[in-house]
Structure formats: C-alpha cells, structure tokens
C-alpha cells in the first residue's frame, strides 16, 4: 500500500490511513503501521465481514465470466479455470473492491464514508491502470513489432514499464479524484509500495501470457489476490 509524505503543514490527511502511528519493529509490521491508524482500526468481528464482502464480491463477476466461457458453474474449481484479459481483471477487481468497500462503509463504524471511498478510488485505480497500461502495449507490439512481438526481454521491459508507470499514474489519479482542489498533501508512491501490490505483478504476467504462468498455474492466484484487495479497500482506516 501507498504512504503519505506530508511537508510541514497542519493539514488533514487525503487518507486517514497514512497519519502516523507507533511503528513496531519490523518489515510485515512495519507496512502495517502504514496503512493504519491504530485507534481506528476495526475490530475483528468486522474484519471478518469486510472479508466476506471482498469474497461476495469477487465470486460473482468471477461465475459471470465463468458462465460466458461455458464452465461448469456446479463446481467451486470451475472459478480458479476462468482465462483472464483486462477485461475479466477489471471486472473482478472492480467487484472485489465494491464487496469490500461496502462491507467496510456498512460495518466499520470508526471511519467514514469519504476516508472509505477515497481508499476505494485508490485500490480500484492501482488495479485497472498498470494492466490497462501493460495490455495496450502488448497489442502495439503485436500488431506492429514484427519479429520483436515474441522477444521475451521486451515482455518483460514493457511489464516492468506498465507496473511501475502505472501505478505512479494511479496515485495522480486518486489524489485528483479524492481532491481535486488540492486542499490537503498528497499520497505519494515509495519502492515499498511497489513490492506489496503483488496484485499488479501477477497480472502482468497473466497478461504477457508468459509460459510460467500456465506451467505454474499463476492465474489460478488472480481470484485470491483479488479478494485481498477488496479486503484491504475496506479494512484499510
């Protein structure tokens, strides 16, 4: 997840998440400390129905898509089969986070309904553009590369420029929607934030259709990592 550098100012936070907390010491607790203010985190009662609603979310554009390709919706494994392009990462993604979203506007009492619909806008944002982004590249590459349309070092130049670019361009994106009058800091994007959103990774790679991905079955991920960030934009305080 992303942190917020603030300069010196006595202005409010975009996302609440960000105010500085006591931070334990090391890395996983590090990264959580980031992402939360300790007071107002939920309890666990709630993070279980913030979970539920990130997997409620995920499971039903995840049985349209399955339904489209003619899967067998009577089996739970039939969910992990679904072939992913951008437009099954969008959907599931999209209805990940709505899942979640909503569960934690329904049932996190101590954070309110702005600072979760700004952390909506944010994961949902983070999801979409850096594949959006990888898979507008790759069809440029195919339709015109040539004999460069196979070169792996390539692939693997345009993931990286995707993931990172996108991201960074996900950040403007949020803090212009969130704020569009520039009244508060914004939310800034670290080498940290990077190496957590996994979701971004995976889906590259699904995308750029590399051998890896179907050798070690890395699709079959898509729908748990989805779930997590439909989760964290609803835990996320």
Same mark, same amino acid.
């Given at each position: 997840?992303?942190?917020?550098?603030?300069?010196?100012?006595?202005?409010?936070?975009?996302?609440?998440?960000?105010?500085?907390?006591?931070?334990?010491?090391?890395?996983?607790?590090?990264?959580?400390?980031? $992402?939360?203010?300790?007071?107002?985190?939920? +309890?666990?009662?709630?993070?279980?129905?913030?979970?539920?609603?990130?997997? =409620?979310?995920?499971?039903?554009?995840?049985?349209?898509?399955?339904?489209?390709?003619? =899967?067998?919706?009577?089996?739970?494994?039939?969910?992990?089969?679904?072939?992913?392009?951008?437009?099954?990462?969008?959907?599931?993604?999209?209805?990940?986070?709505?899942?979640?979203?909503?569960?934690?506007?329904?049932?996190?009492?101590?954070?309110?309904?702005?600072?979760?619909?700004?952390?909506?806008?944010?994961?949902?944002?983070?999801?979409?553009?850096?594949?959006?982004?990888?898979?507008?590249?790759?069809?440029?590459?195919?339709?015109?590369?040539?004999?460069?349309? +196979?070169?792996?070092?390539?692939?693997?130049?345009?993931?990286?420029?995707?993931?990172?670019?996108?991201?960074?361009?996900?950040? $403007?994106?949020?803090? =212009?929607?969130?704020?569009?009058?520039?009244?508060?800091?914004? $939310?800034?994007?670290?080498?940290?934030?990077?190496?957590?959103?996994?979701?971004?990774?995976?889906?590259?790679?699904?995308?750029?259709?590399?051998?890896?991905?179907?050798?070690?079955?890395?699709?079959? =991920?898509?729908?748990?990592?989805?779930?997590?960030?439909?989760? $964290?934009?609803?835990?996320?305080?």
């Amino acid at each position: 997840m992303l942190t917020a550098v603030t300069p010196n100012s006595n202005k409010p936070f975009v996302f609440k998440s960000f105010q500085d907390a006591a931070k334990p010491k090391g890395v996983l607790s590090n990264i959580y400390s980031k $992402r939360h203010k300790v007071s107002d985190a939920p +309890d666990t009662s709630t993070k279980v129905k913030i979970a539920a609603g990130a997997v =409620l979310g995920t499971v039903i554009p995840l049985m349209l898509f399955a339904k489209k390709q003619n =899967l067998d919706l009577k089996k739970v494994s039939s969910l992990f089969k679904v072939e992913y392009g951008l437009k099954e990462m969008v959907g599931v993604s999209a209805g990940s986070i709505v899942g979640g979203g909503l569960a934690g506007i329904t049932f996190d009492k101590k954070n309110t309904f702005k600072e979760k619909m700004d952390e909506c806008t944010f994961q949902f944002l983070n999801s979409v553009i850096p594949p959006a982004m990888i898979a507008g590249m790759l069809e440029i590459t195919e339709t015109y590369g040539g004999k460069l349309k +196979d070169n792996k070092l390539l692939k693997v130049g345009i993931l990286l420029t995707g993931i990172f670019s996108g991201m960074k361009l996900a950040v $403007r994106a949020a803090n =212009l929607i969130n704020d569009p009058k520039d009244k508060v800091p914004d $939310r800034k994007l670290s080498m940290l934030d990077a190496v957590v959103n996994v979701d971004d990774a995976v889906g590259a790679l699904v995308l750029a259709n590399f051998p890896c991905v179907k050798n070690l079955h890395i699709d079959k =991920l898509l729908p748990i990592i989805y779930a997590w960030c439909g989760y $964290r934009a609803g835990e996320t305080n």
